[in-house]
């Protein structure tokens, strides 16, 4: 099984979601490389005992830090639970996150479902063409030696 890198964003009204999703699946996640947008990783690493990588806060640049790092190769996977009210509108950064997702083959969900369907993929080993087609950045590969905390 390859080692993923898994980005995690939550929106406020999705926080307490995107926890019961980590709960649910932290067995699977445990396997893999975390990091999350600040909020969400305190509120992911006190429920899960997860060892996530804190960013920034969203409003803070940490969804700017998860976009370089699609950019630079070093997330294979992004869940993204947004906001889903009618008046929510994507932010600039937002769209950049998901354009850049497209453009780098970045398997990403933006709702419990899509993210059940990645998570079960990746735990049957679906995604391990990532390896394959996706060449990791010396950030990556560091990372895979243990050298990352």
């Not at 803070?60 to 370089?68: D, E, F, L, Y």
């Not at 079960?120 to 243990?146: C, Q």
């Amino acid at each position: 099984m390859t080692i993923m890198e898994i980005a995690i964003i939550a929106h406020d009204l999705k926080k307490e979601l995107m926890t019961q999703f980590c709960i649910a699946y932290c067995g699977i996640l445990s396997k893999h490389n975390l990091c999350a947008t600040s909020i969400t990783a305190k509120y992911i690493s006190e429920a899960t005992g997860l060892e996530i990588e804190r960013l920034l806060s969203g409003v803070q640049g940490g969804k700017q830090q998860i976009a370089s790092r699609i950019a630079c190769n070093e997330i294979d996977i992004l869940l993204y639970f947004k906001d889903t009210r009618q008046n929510a509108k994507a932010d600039d950064v937002e769209v950049e996150l998901l354009r850049l997702c497209d453009l780098y083959n970045i398997p990403v969900a933006t709702n419990i479902a899509t993210a059940e369907v990645i998570i079960t993929a990746l735990d049957r080993g679906d995604l391990d063409w990532r390896e394959i087609v996706n060449p990791h950045s010396a950030y990556n590969l560091k990372a895979k030696a243990g050298n990352r905390k």
